[in-house]
């Protein structure tokens, strides 16, 4: 048997003789009855008097209940006290929220945090009415405290008080006490809690737990994930040595990280996991961050089914759906993918549930499609549209949909999805408690609370209690470890940043020393966190990344390092699981190797296309070989309001417009400020309209008007920018010509081509985003486009003398670009023509030197390179081909 996570031996005598101990949480609580109990030599014994604090006072409270003593109240989930604090916050018209249930958590533990520090506000009236998100807060307070009066309800730290109210009031006739309490692994004991103990306790002594490190090593990482397989292969070999020891690693924020904590030790654990043909094995370590049972993919898919029953489906619920092997339809993935792209091609994000029957129905007698439509029959006949339900009855209604649906699908599940399953059958069952906050509800309303309790609701994995331990950084208090590993210690973030409630006056949090409150508040949590990892083992190891803003170990562990930090190079055994992977990989027989070269394209008039093709050549090979030769696409649908390429659209119309009416600089001048701004406002007016027939729906009325104002805003600055320009006169406006460059026809458009005396023009490409010409100089160009319309036009009348990025951006409007002449009055060349110089280049070899490195991309498309080689590190981040190059798993490997 393992040995315990909990030093026993100094609490022992303790707990014989029946003191209570107190925890902070549960967690602490449950590692010391089992630390007793490995003790004992019967197989029955009475259980120690150890509880959790809130847990304690609960009871207490229940005690005096029972007894009559006191009004009884029952105690609030957490999801039950945000629904109170949603409601309350929604109820106040004085202080509008646009996102009340986001508001609801930051207000409940503004709440949670006054009731802990027992602030009275009438201490704190004057800072309070100076700040308008400490007004709301009041307001929003005294609706909460009304509703929890109505129903005779405490959270959990109102209990607490309310005990010692109660106490308090009793303490003349002398209401009995405890003698001894000793409190176990609080770092910080908060107001409530120690009036708390002083009342119910004669003594109360806190358990110090001495400091037991004797080495304290350091290794420096580049990248965060380093250390955690630094971590794993060390854990691995110590194993291999001693099967009996504990290891523990702190990870701070685990929740966050957890997947990628869990990845780097699964890779060095369980390297086969690449592999879903092998089975799951049970692995030594334990992770304590659970994932929220939303997150599930087998609860995602339950509620994506649920979601069926709403009026208006949203699109990626059912493409979800549809792809979910949770759900007896999917099958046929090509199948499936074609009935997608009919059903919400060009829909908005959203489509109504009687729109989709009917199109189903069209499509005939494909099986997934037959399936889905009898779905939605079945939720048309239990929908009641506008009826209101409490959510019990609600609940009923959702599982009977899903039984209909035969969720979770034919496909046989493994066991932890058997424990996914119970958890969110326990969920349901917890739901039914709401019914008494939330009153009746509609279908939309009782869907969004079902969401809700299922994202509070954590489910963790049950797994043996192995050898090592994963802990966040609060959990590792008051425990013991033959080592201990704790990652993330780099000073920018040990100890962490201030970040103080925005519902709390910021004077009153500092001198209290409530959470998070300042740097100094901040500095002292981590100070102690950083001396009970000392003191929960003789082995410490810290790690950090030093990336690239080179940050250095945290301060509170280099003032107590026994040798130097030490480099990853130098630390012992580097990933070497990960090594014998790619070796066994690389060495499989059954493995093929392909070439990343297509068939080259014969018959070039066939691919058509534009710019775009050199941008995707040049951005990654494999992008320009999947969207203009297998002309691969997602499934797009419309966005709520208007989308980037709907913004930019509306610009390049609102110019055109504009200029088709002005023809050049001296019109423009001529122009009186009134004059001007009616034209600009109504190409704007305009330039919307036309964005909004073009869409399915039309967005709210305030985001069209918004969208006009941004517009007509961003044109003002563009034109008072335009009229410093040296004189030009318009030669064309979203000019379209084919050209052929290469050997590849194309079609080029160019947004604006100016005259700017008799023989030369400039070509202008509006971008409404950051821009810099140095995008052009580099072989694999980023910006390729006015490059190839000068390499396109090259002989012709009259010549292309500049070429000029429009940056149209709010408070950034600017032109840059490169021109054969020197100078261009109103235009910044500066930049771009002092990086063509720095290469050497005048303008006739930048020409040639564009030409060349076009001609070479073009070649490449031709000829059918399609490599998965993104330029640039973010290249990949807005490309949606990943699923179809599988770059991820290029780059796991
Ligand atoms: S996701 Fe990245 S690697 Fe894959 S096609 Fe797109 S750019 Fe290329």
């Known amino acids: 048997m393992l040995k315990p996570l909990f030093d026993i031996l100094s609490l022992h005598k303790k707990l014989i003789s029946g003191t209570t101990i107190l925890t902070p949480n549960r967690r602490l609580t449950a590692k010391i009855i089992e630390a007793f109990g490995q003790q004992q ?152 809690y120690q009036q708390l103990v002083e009342l119910l306790f004669e003594r109360v002594e806190q358990h110090v737990a001495p400091r037991k490190m004797r080495s304290l090593r350091a290794v420096s990482c580049d990248r965060e994930e380093q250390q955690w397989l630094l971590c794993a292969e060390h854990f691995k070999r110590r194993l291999e040595e001693n099967t009996e020891l504990r290891l523990g690693l702190i990870v701070p924020e685990l929740n966050q990280q957890k997947e990628r904590v869990e990845r780097c030790f699964m890779e060095v654990f369980e390297p086969q996991h690449l592999n879903n043909q092998h089975p799951r094995s049970t692995l030594p370590f334990n992770i304590t961050a659970g994932d929220n049972l939303r997150a599930l993919p087998v609860v995602n898919t339950a509620i994506d089914i649920i979601k069926l029953g709403r009026e208006v489906i949203e699109v990626s619920a059912l493409k979800r759906l549809l792809q979910s092997p949770f759900w007896q339809s999917a099958i046929n993935s090509a199948g499936v993918h074609r009935l997608l792209r009919k059903l919400v091609a060009g829909s908005r994000g959203e489509i109504g549930a009687s729109e989709l029957l009917q199109q189903l129905q069209l499509i005939g007698d494909f099986e997934p499609a037959k399936q889905l439509s009898w779905m939605l029959l079945r939720a048309e006949e239990w929908r009641d549209k506008g009826r209101m339900r409490k959510p019990s009855k609600w609940l009923s209604l959702f599982q009977t949909l899903l039984t209909d649906a035969c969720w979770p699908g034919p496909r046989p599940i493994d066991s932890v999805e058997f424990q996914q399953l119970e958890a969110f059958h326990l969920c349901l069952q917890s739901f039914h408690r709401l019914d008494d906050v939330s009153g009746e509800v509609g279908f939309d309303r009782a869907l969004e609370l079902l969401e809700a309790q299922l994202r509070l609701d954590v489910f963790q994995q049950q797994t043996y209690d192995g050898p090592i331990h994963i802990l966040g950084a609060l959990e590792g208090a008051g425990l013991c470890f033959d080592e201990l590993w704790v990652s993330g210690m780099d000073d920018t973030q040990w100890p962490a940043a201030a970040r103080p409630n925005p519902y709390l006056p910021i004077g009153m949090q500092t001198s209290l020393a409530m959470p998070h409150a300042n740097a100094s508040r901040e500095y002292e949590v981590s100070r102690n966190l950083t001396e ?5 083992s003789e ?33 012992s055994g580097v990933t070497q699981s990960l090594v014998w992977l790619h070796e066994r990989i690389a060495s499989d027989q059954a493995m093929t190797r392909l070439d990343d070269v297509a068939s080259a ?69 001529e122009q009186s400020v009134e004059s001007l701004g009616e034209m600009i406002s109504h190409a704007a007016g305009v330039a919307v309209e ?51 460059f290469a050997g590849l026809p194309l079609t080029l458009r160019m947004d604006r081509v100016d005259r700017l005396n008799e023989g030369e023009v400039a070509i202008i490409d509006y971008k409404s985003g950051r821009v810099a010409v140095r995008d052009w100089l580099d072989h694999r160009l980023k910006e390729p486009q006015l490059p190839l319309y000068v390499c396109a036009l090259e002989g012709q009348v009259p010549r292309v003398s500049s070429v000029l990025f429009g940056q149209v951006k709010l408070a950034a409007c600017e032109y840059r670009g490169v021109s054969e002449h020197e100078a261009m009055a109103g235009v910044s060349l500066d930049n771009g023509n002092k990086a063509v110089v720095e290469q050497g280049d005048d303008w006739p070899s930048l020409v040639a030197s564009w030409k060349q490195n076009l001609s070479a991309l073009a070649n490449d498309f031709l000829h059918g390179v399609a490599t998965v080689d993104p330029k640039q590190a973010d290249t990949c981040t807005y490309c949606d081909l990943g699923r179809l190059c599988r770059i991820a798993e290029v780059k796991s490997l």
Request: one cysteine or more; glycine letters at 4%; charged letters at 25%.
């Open 41 to 192: 030599d019967s197989k029955a014994w009475a259980c120690p008097r150890v509880y959790s604090i809130d847990d304690y006072a609960l009871q207490c409270w229940q005690r005096h209940n029972l007894r009559g003593e006191v009004e009884p109240h029952w105690l609030l989930s957490p999801h039950q006290t945000l629904i109170l604090w949603e409601q309350a916050i929604k109820a106040c018209d004085e202080f509008y929220v646009s996102r009340p249930a986001a508001t609801a958590k930051i207000a409940a533990d503004a709440f949670n945090n006054i009731q802990r520090w027992q602030v009275d506000v009438s201490d704190y009236e004057q800072e309070f009415n100076d700040d308008v998100d400490c007004r709301a807060f009041l307001a929003w307070q005294k609706d909460f405290l009304n509703r929890c009066q109505r129903l005779t309800a405490f959270t959990p730290a109102m209990l607490s008080n309310a005990l010692i109210s109660f106490h308090q009031a009793q303490d003349k006739i002398a209401v009995e006490r405890q003698a001894d309490v000793v409190l176990v692994g609080f770092d910080v004991l908060v107001p409530q």
């Open 532 to 536: 009970s990892y000392f003191s929960a």
């Open 539 to 571: 082995e410490v190891i810290c790690s950090f990344g030093c990336g690239e803003d080179e940050s250095r170990l945290s301060m509170l562990f280099e003032q107590a390092l026994t040798v130097p930090v030490i480099p990853m190079e130098q630390w």
């Open 601 to 669: 394209i014969t018959d070039a008039s066939s691919v058509g296309g534009g710019s775009a093709i050199f941008k995707d050549q040049a951005a990654c090979p494999f992008r320009a070989y999947a969207q203009h030769r297998l002309k691969a696409r997602s499934i797009e649908h419309e966005e709520d309001g208007f989308s980037p390429l709907e913004r930019g659209n509306g610009l390049h119309d609102a110019l055109e417009l504009i200029w088709s009416k002005l023809q050049g600089l001296e019109q423009l001048q």
């Open 690 to 740: 036309r964005r909004l027939m073009a869409k399915k729906q039309r967005p709210i009325a305030r985001i069209t008007a918004l969208e006009q104002r941004r517009l007509e805003r961003v044109l003002g600055q563009w034109m008072a920018l335009e009229k410093q320009r040296s004189h030009f006169t318009i030669e064309a406006l979203e000019h379209e010509q084919q050209v052929e």
